[in-house]
């Protein structure tokens, strides 16, 4: 599983380099744009091929699921922790509906001691980040762990390979795609490099 997450802030023709991330082999994108309103983000998905919508969780505003047909919604961790004792009421209304919920993390602990159902859960920071400057990679090793486990911080060509042996099912890129003067470009170094490693 090959996921890049969206720049926080807005980027000069970011549609069109999401288009373009889609047509060259991206499986998901995860929509977070914390400053955006949800207008913010209908203007950035009507600009987005809707053949891709399918393809898109968004981190904010879950009714875009319904109205795009997105593939679901991403809970961050401060959300799946405000959520309490409705967590697990809340996952099921949207799987209901036929949508996916994913969640992030920040310690195995916690993915082991989760009892509810994610399609997959997003655990960083695995290495050193590119996007933010000082936070330090913890170097998970998630071997023991069942779940679907994606791993993030730090992920760019050189360290799949490591992420794969560390036990990761997949990987999700931020920093290393729009960090980079060519998004397209950087990509595709990644992809190529995920082909041969991935399990």
């Known amino acids: 599983m090959l996921i890049v997450l969206t720049s926080e802030k807005p980027l000069p023709n970011e549609a069109k380099q999401i288009n373009d991330l ?11 744009k914390p400053t955006f309103t949800i207008d913010g983000y209908r203007a950035l ?21 319904m109205q795009y047909k997105l593939r679901g919604i991403h809970l961050q961790e401060q959300a799946r922790l405000d959520l309490e004792d409705a967590l697990d009421v809340t996952i099921q209304v949207y799987k209901n509906k036929g949508f996916l919920v994913s969640s992030s993390f920040h310690s195995k602990e916690d993915i082991k001691n ?36 994606v791993g993030m911080g730090g992920i760019n060509e050189s360290t799949l390979q490591a992420t794969f042996d560390l036990g990761f099912k997949g990987v999700g890129v931020l920093g290393g795609v729009w960090n980079s003067e060519n998004s397209l470009e950087s990509f595709s170094q990644i992809y190529n490099a995920y082909k041969k490693v991935e399990k």
Request: glycine share 8%.
């Open 22 to 32: 889609f047509d060259a082999g991206l499986e998901i994108l995860h929509l977070r």
């Open 114 to 149: 989760c009892t509810v159902p994610f399609e997959y859960v997003l655990l960083s920071p695995v290495f050193g980040s590119i996007s933010k400057a000082g936070y330090k990679g913890k170097g998970f090793d998630v071997t023991d762990i069942k779940k679907h486990v």
């Open 45 to 65: 998905l009507d600009q987005i091929d809707s053949k891709y919508h399918y393809r898109i969780m968004v981190h904010q505003f879950p009714e875009l699921t």
